[in-house]
């Protein structure tokens, strides 16, 4: 045998050898692994099964249901509610078009509950554990929760996980600094808390006036005469310093807007001279959180309405929740500026 067929014989005799090579054994799954496969498609099978019918997503508060039992969260129930209104339409169940509003729907408690029992990752951890203790989780237990520095009030800006916080403070340059670094960052938090001092001590002042009224209002809704009738509210005509009132409200923002807005006027229905102050609180009959805004008006024969006025809501989504109710609730205290008789 020559050495050419020599090298040929030995080549044939490795490529065998790699053909004769058997695949590797898969592997057996244990009565565990059946389990974990079980209870993940189970977990799924819930997930789709309690998921609200408008969002696909796992509700998170309280649970609604229409008469034939489909499912809706609590946001996305007030949602409908709000759009038709806004449409002027009859709000439906988007699964079966079936009647829905607060009094033929209904909590589903049952499922509120299972969906609490149902496991979920901490978004910091990716720790698992049941919806109903992830709150408590995640705000005062997981380790890599964001938390800031506590001499933040001196400007520094360190934000990072729970377990870091006590090795950064104790290295933190800040408690160290001079009264004058000091002063530069002191400067920046007192700025943010000037316009709150300035409401604060503007509403103190006007409640020394000689003439205050408070008035509880129900702006109801109604259909304006454009082409297109606009959703708008008005309040019934209420006494106040000696005058009488109207509230009108309009809405910024149509069916398709996330983020709605409601704003409103004050309008007076005789013909004085008069000037006042006026804000807009929450009634005592609401439980809607309004940051209250301070208004001037000099009213006159040629000028009986106000300008329109944000109601700035703490929570913008409660929007939706105002929109969908009957009737608005809120609380306007008008202020004469003395001399303006």
Known sequence: MSEGEAEGSIQVEDTSEKENIEPPLKK???????????????????????????????????????????????????????????KNEQSTCPNCRTEINRNVCS???????????????????????????????????????????????????WQGPFHEQRDHEDNCVHPGMTGLQLMESLEV???????????????LNLLSFEKIAINDLQLKPYRSDDYLPQLCYESSRFHALGQQWVVKANVVGNEKS???????????????????????????????????????????????????????????????????ANTIKLRMIIFQIPGSD
């Open 258 to 324: 996330l983020k709605r807005v409601l704003t409103y006027q004050l309008v007076q229905k005789g013909k004085v001279n008069l000037n006042v102050k006026f804000l807009m609180l929450r009634s005592p009959f609401s439980d809607l959180v309004i940051k209250p805004e301070v208004h001037q008006q000099e009213f006159s024969c040629d000028l009986q309405e106000s300008s329109y006025h944000d109601l700035v809501l703490l929570d913008p989504t409660e929007c939706n929740k105002m929109l969908e």
């Open 107 to 157: 909590r589903n408690l049952a499922v509120e509950k299972a969906i609490s029992e149902l496991p979920t990752e901490c978004s910091h951890c990716s720790h698992e554990l049941p919806r109903s203790c992830l709150k408590n989780h995640e705000d005062k237990e997981c380790l890599n929760r964001p938390v800031h520095c506590k001499f933040k009030r001196l400007g520094c800006l």
């Open 189 to 203: 938090v007192d700025k943010n808390h000037k316009n709150e001092q300035e409401l604060f001590q503007n509403i």
């Open 28 to 86: 057996v799954k244990t009565r565990e692994d059946r389990k974990i496969d079980r209870l993940g498609k189970l977990e799924a099978r819930l997930n789709d099964i309690l998921s609200c019918t408008v969002c696909l997503d796992l509700p998170t508060k309280s649970v609604f249901q229409c008469r034939n039992g489909h499912l809706m969260c609590a946001s996305c129930f007030t949602h409908l509610l709000a759009d038709s209104r806004l």
